[in-house]
């Protein structure tokens, strides 16, 4: 029986509520598919403030090294920012820290509007097809975000130069390139790589990268396209996208606008991938959304996002592909079912029940 060490770090708001449903599942998924889990719950966020002082605690920090992979919750309390400098304060002092610290490179962000959701779609009906089911992979640790030079400069007369730089080296196209064809064959095998090979001298060397990385995947059909025409196609038809492989910032603004057409922030999962040790690849798995302090405590936040950043774990980190189809497919039997939660209930829908977070994950444990 495999076993796997998982930091459980929930965080504020309504993260520890998630956490306890998206926990449930993941133990239902151990027991149905043979897999032993050893979760180890710390604090993260105002919540490591409250237990030790610092928004990422020590032992938080050290746990997570000793781990296989972090499920993380949210960070965040805006009404408590003010009481601490910046750079302390829960995004940067524990997510970027994080992200540096485990060197993930590779963000997922999958995209899946189930056709019983199509409601919550602020596209046309005849614009989903079948249903809407998008993977967004960007690469998150280069690229103008942190390329250098980046500053400001003073010219004299009140003018200014802001100067940032976007680079990438071969190394980190095809690290990234891999990432996109590996899960495009989990999925329906096609892979569009977006730059702007027309304009940027960056865009040359990503197509011609991932073009030559892709020979080493002739099973997945690779297309290329501009970052404006992907934006544009993403709204016309979002149905004939499969993966979308993307750098930072293309990759930054391209997940929003897909995730905006899942309806809600509640439905929607991500990973960050770190390196691959022994067959297990360390990652970290998120819900998109943030703490939505605006809900918590109230039983009505949607699980969903958190439960299926666990079936991302079990496939992206440990390689549990059929435990991870298992869990989103008993995510789908809830949708269809008619269970919603506040953000995805349309009362004008016929066989829909409103219910709360917890009974959300009941059904879901029961599904599966
Ligand atoms: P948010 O994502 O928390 O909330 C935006 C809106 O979406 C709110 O109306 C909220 O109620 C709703 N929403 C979010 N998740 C939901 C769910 N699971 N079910 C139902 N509705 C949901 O964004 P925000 O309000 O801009 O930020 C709140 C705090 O979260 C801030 O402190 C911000 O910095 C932080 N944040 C943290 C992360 C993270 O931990 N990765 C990400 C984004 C924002």
Request: glycine share 18%; with cysteine.
């Given at each position: 029986m495999n076993s796997f060490k998982i930091a459980v770090l929930a965080g504020d708001g309504i993260g520890p509520e998630v956490m306890v449903e998206a926990v449930k599942v993941l133990r239902q998924a151990g027991r149905k598919f043979d897999f032993s889990l050893e979760l180890t719950e710390a604090p993260v966020g105002w919540a490591g403030f409250d237990a030790?002082?610092?928004?990422?605690?020590d032992a938080t920090l050290d746990l997570c090294r000793k781990s296989d992979a972090i499920l993380f919750g949210s960070v965040g309390l805006p009404d408590r920012d003010?009481?601490?400098?910046k750079e302390q304060r829960p995004e940067r002092a524990a997510l970027l820290r994080i992200r540096k610290e485990f060197g993930l490179y590779a963000n997922l962000r999958p995209v899946k509007l189930p056709k019983a959701l199509?409601?919550?779609?602020?596209?046309a009906a005849d614009r989903q097809g079948d249903g809407i089911d998008i993977l967004v992979l960007r690469e998150l640790t280069?690229?103008?975000?942190?390329?250098?030079?980046?500053k400001t400069e003073d010219l004299g007369g009140g003018n200014q130069r802001a100067t940032d730089t976007l680079v990438y080296t071969t190394g980190e196209i095809e690290r990234i390139a891999h990432v996109g064809f590996k899960a495009a064959r989990l999925r329906r095998k096609k892979l569009t790589s977006i730059d702007k090979a027309n304009v940027l001298e960056n865009g040359i060397l990503w197509r011609e990268v991932v073009t030559r990385v892709g020979r080493e995947y002739p099973d997945v059909a690779l297309e290329h396209m501009f970052v404006d025409n992907g934006a544009m196609q993403l709204m016309l038809r979002?149905?004939?996208?499969d993966v979308l492989l993307c750098e930072n910032m293309f990759g930054d603004i391209l997940s929003d606008e897909a995730a905006?057409?899942?309806?809600?922030?509640?439905m929607l999962p991500s990973a960050s991938l770190g390196a691959t040790r022994q067959e297990k690849t360390f990652g970290f798995y998120e819900p998109a959304?943030?703490?939505?302090p605006d809900i918590?405590?109230?039983?009505?936040?949607?699980p969903i996002a958190q439960i299926l950043s666990t079936a991302l774990m079990l496939r992206?980190?440990?390689?549990?592909q059929a435990a991870a189809d298992g869990i989103e497919k008993a995510v789908s039997k809830a949708i269809e079912a008619g269970c919603r939660t506040g953000d995805i209930?349309?009362?004008?829908?016929?066989?829909a029940r409103k219910m709360g977070t917890r009974e959300m994950g009941d059904a879901i444990v029961a599904a599966l």
């Open positions: 030790a002082g610092k928004a990422l605690p003010p009481t601490v400098p199509a409601h919550a779609c602020p596209l280069g690229g103008i975000y942190f390329g250098q030079p980046k979002p149905t004939q996208f905006a057409l899942a309806g809600s922030l509640g959304g943030g703490s939505a918590a405590g109230k039983n009505i936040a949607n992206y980190s440990f390689g549990l209930y349309n009362p004008r829908e016929t066989g």
